[in-house]
């Protein structure tokens, strides 16, 4: 399944300056009956953003409506518990594009990168000039280039690099999954395998 193509991300962002975010806690087990990708993003967080009565707890940042945006800002250990990857699942079908942290648990950055979500590792320092420049302006928008690999603070022009694996930037870059990749590739292939190995 394709997804969007990612090159250039200029957008505000969503602040949850909170440490060791596991998937539970982004996706509930309850909620992981769904085969399908979609539906996921309606229980985004739902035991921190609803009362038991179903009600919006109004103190959770995604009820406040002063923070907008495609980039969700998270605390260290980002995506840490089990592996479901529902969870990365959710955070799309919220509408997010890109989670910025100063670390992530592997398989959770893996399970974003196949699905269309950006995971962006920053330094500590780093993150809380983002953390600051978001409290001072809620509207401040972050820049996410994948292409030269940076992400910017556009309000203080402070920057910084971050690595990600060449196949995932391809991958991204094309709006690819797995298997769009090897779609892509399919005539390289048909000609490898017409050709005779002896």
């Not at 979500?117 to 983002?130: G, H, R």
């Not at 603070?153 to 870059?173: A, P, Q, R, V």
Request: hydrophobic share 40%; net charge negative; aromatic share 12%.
């Amino acid at each position: 399944m394709a997804y969007d193509k990612f090159s250039v991300l200029t957008s505000s962002a969503v602040p949850m300056p909170i440490e060791n975010v596991d998937t539970d806690q982004i996706i509930p087990a309850r909620f992981l009956k769904a085969t399908e990708r979609k539906g996921f993003g309606d229980n985004l967080f739902r035991d921190w953003r609803f009362n038991a009565d179903n009600t919006p707890k109004r103190d959770f940042v995604l009820n406040n409506p002063i923070y907008t945006g495609k980039i969700l800002v998270g605390g260290r250990n980002f995506g840490s518990g089990s592996s479901r990857e529902h969870a990365a699942w959710a955070i799309y079908d919220y509408g997010f594009r890109c989670v910025v942290s100063s670390f992530f648990a592997d398989i959770f950055k893996n399970n974003s990168l196949n699905i269309g979500i950006l995971p962006v590792q920053v330094s500590e320092a780093f993150l809380d000039k983002i953390f600051r420049a978001i409290e001072a302006d809620p509207a401040t928008q972050l820049e996410v280039n994948l292409p030269a690999q940076t992400i910017t603070i556009k309000t203080t022009g402070d920057h910084e690099s971050f690595e990600i694996n060449t196949y995932k930037k391809h991958n991204l870059t094309n709006g690819f999954d797995d298997i769009d990749y090897l779609q892509a590739m399919k005539s390289e292939i048909k000609e490898f395998a017409g050709k005779s190995i002896y």
